[in-house]
């Protein structure tokens, strides 16, 4: 640059003039780009601290008063303008003495002022409840009441979709909470209408009590558009609804209908003597991620629920967006025997662009919650990965342990380092002395090198959780415990998350990573063989299974076996 003007410099003198003006202007140009910069950078800051969400303190509750007050222009033409208004106040008002302070500010601030409201107001609050609700759209009859479905909330701008509800009376608190799937950031403000049978003596007549409900939004979103949600709803007396819908505007018809799942009564046998004294009580539990693409692998399936069971699980939760037919036929198998419930997964949602892998955060949720209060303990695994214990035959044996050695009998839950058994590496020999082309078909059994490096807790670990003391389950750590529980880090030498792929990053690098033999699943070969092949035999015919080969490289490798000694020598 020097050298070029310089040499510029050393022409004749109109060239110059020329130069010192594109210099002057390159540097009105930076100034000016500099200026720029600034400026969308402040709009920036503004924004952050005006729009973007204030996250909440302790429990992480987000309100947003910013776009609550744009969302009341909106709403000023279609909901507050009409005749129900009344309805709407009071129900704020019947919510108010549940809700926290900045979201009845929020309510305000987005609704319309005290002073603007009708007679109602006057009259004794409980009389105006009545015939408040009492104009609002009925029950929906014709709706069934589920357990468990994706189900749309009508009259709201972006997709707002609610799955199953719960009673959680944790936390000093009672509400109604609510899984659903909504957008991430200025989720749309919704109603909930509570359900109550009205008497004994007539079952189909209800009543409902409206209350504006709290967004909370799963932290884990992938900053994707849409998000798994708990949506809130404070009960306002005794008495537990035994369902609720989902409302965007009070006079909306109802277009969804939860059953409200209240386990709570079912406690004394899972958690109550849990690690308590004597020989403890355990109940197992496991939760599965939605199963898609047509999940067909008969004999993955297999094996994980015959080893799960072998090692202490009760149940078994799966989710459905699509099965093939195999795994659809053994599915329905264990639901017969009480072992597996697979819940309907419908939603409406691009996996990936509009929201996380099939929604998976609601999943793993609504498991968390229906798992409660019947099962002490809950592991959130998938297909492909195998807590294995080192030492001990059971995950009741290894939760002793850790209660006696480790004083874990307050941990809310038990995080198992990530072992990557990658399978581009070779078959374990043992394989090939199996003459049952079932054992010699098992991934566990088969894949026994694994990287020696563990990962880090945290980082692509999986944990069992004590469902009453979680709140918020997230896919490798939980976000949220009841106050005073917290995780422990299992050591790797009682047991470590056993997880069966190819390599992570996509091609076949990771298998030069510096490896292990770990026969650590041998100590059940026997159990778990005989356990599949029983399984296996049982359902052949019935689900069309394909019959199981041993492995094709056998031939060769026993030869190669007979051979290396004597190549070696
Ligand atoms: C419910 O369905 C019945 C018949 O199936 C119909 O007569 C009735 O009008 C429906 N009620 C509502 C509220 O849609
Ligand atoms: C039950 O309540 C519904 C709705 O209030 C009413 O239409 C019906 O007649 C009642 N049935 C009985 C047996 O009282
Ligand atoms: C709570 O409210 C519902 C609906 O109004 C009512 O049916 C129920 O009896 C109430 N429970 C108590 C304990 O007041
Ligand atoms: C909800 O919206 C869907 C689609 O717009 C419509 O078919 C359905 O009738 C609505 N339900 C109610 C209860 O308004
Ligand atoms: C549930 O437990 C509570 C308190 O222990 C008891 O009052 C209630 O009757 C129980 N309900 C059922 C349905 O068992
Ligand atoms: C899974 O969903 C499909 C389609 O809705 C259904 O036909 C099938 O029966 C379901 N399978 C199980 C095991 O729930
Ligand atoms: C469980 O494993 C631990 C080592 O991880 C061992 O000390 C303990 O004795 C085992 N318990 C049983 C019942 O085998």
Excluded at 180 to 201: D, M, P, Q, S
Excluded at 341 to 357: E, G, H, Y
Excluded at 510 to 520: E, H, L
Aim: proline fraction near 4%; hydrophobic fraction near 40%.
């Amino acid at each position: 640059m020097y050298k070029r003007l310089s040499k510029m410099g050393s022409s004749s003198g109109g060239k110059k003039k020329y130069v010192n003006f594109r210099n002057r202007q390159r540097a009105s140009l930076s100034f000016f780009i500099v200026v720029m910069f600034f400026g969308v950078f402040g709009i920036i800051v503004f924004t952050e601290i005006f729009f973007i969400d204030e996250r909440g303190r302790a429990a992480g509750v987000i309100v947003r008063r910013g776009s609550l007050t744009i969302q009341h222009k909106q709403d000023k033409n279609s909901d507050y303008d009409d005749g129900f208004q009344s309805d709407d106040y009071i129900s704020i008002r019947v919510g108010a003495a549940m809700m926290n302070d900045d979201t009845l500010g929020a309510l305000l601030i987005g609704g319309r002022p005290p002073v603007a409201l009708p007679v109602i107001e006057h009259s004794a609050p409980s009389a105006s409840k009545v015939y408040a609700e009492h104009f609002l759209p009925p029950y929906p009859e014709n709706s069934t009441l589920i357990e468990g479905g994706w189900q749309n909330v009508n009259n709201t701008r972006y997709k707002f979709f609610v799955f199953s509800a719960f009673y959680d009376e944790r936390k000093g608190q009672r509400i109604i909470r609510v899984i659903g799937a909504t957008k991430t950031r200025g989720a749309e403000r919704v109603w909930c209408r509570l359900w109550y049978k009205a008497g004994e003596f007539n079952s189909s007549a209800h009543v409902s009590i409206t209350v504006p409900a709290k967004i909370k939004v799963i932290r884990e979103n992938w900053n994707l558009k849409y998000s798994a949600c708990f949506v809130m709803c404070p009960l306002t007396n005794k008495t537990i609804p035994a369902a609720v819908s989902i409302v965007a505007r009070t006079r909306d018809p109802p277009a969804n209908l939860l059953a409200v799942i209240n386990n709570h009564n079912e406690t004394a046998l899972g958690m109550a003597s849990a690690g308590v004294s004597g020989p403890a009580q355990y109940k197992f539990g496991v939760c599965v991620k939605p199963l898609h693409f047509e999940y067909n692998r008969a004999l993955q399936i297999m094996e994980f629920i015959e080893f799960n069971r072998i090692l202490g699980v009760e149940h078994f939760t799966f989710y459905n967006h699509t099965i093939g037919s195999q795994v659809d036929c053994i599915l329905k198998d264990y639901i017969d025997k009480g072992l597996v419930t697979v819940l309907p997964w419908k939603l409406n949602m691009a996996s990936q662009k509009d929201i996380r892998t099939e929604g998976l955060f609601a999943a793993l949720n609504d498991c968390l919650y229906r798992s409660m209060y019947k099962y002490s303990h809950l592991l959130l695994i998938d297909l492909d990965e195998y807590i294995l214990p080192k030492y001990n035959d059971t995950l009741g044996q290894m939760m002793d342990y850790l209660s006696r050695r480790l004083k874990s009998r307050t941990h809310g839950s038990y995080s198992f380092q990530n072992a990557f058994f990658y399978l581009q590496w070779d078959d374990d020999d043992f394989v090939y002395n199996f003459e049952d082309p079932v054992a010699a078909n098992l991934v566990t059994l088969k894949k026994t090198r694994r990287k020696t490096k563990l990962h880090p807790h945290k980082q692509r670990s999986k944990y069992i959780c004590r469902p009453e003391m979680t709140v918020e389950a997230g896919n490798h750590f939980v976000w949220e415990f009841i106050p005073g529980h917290g995780t422990l880090n299992v050591p790797a030498d009682t047991a470590i998350l056993h997880h069966y792929r190819i390599c992570e990053f996509g091609g076949d690098d990771c298998i030069k990573a510096s490896s292990t033999v770990d026969r650590t699943a041998y100590h059940f070969k026997d159990s778990l063989t005989g356990a599949v092949r029983a399984a296996y035999n049982r359902l052949t015919d019935k689900c069309a299974l394909p019959e199981l080969t041993m492995p094709s490289g056998k031939v060769l490798n026993k030869l190669m076996q007979f051979l290396k000694p004597s190549l070696e020598r």
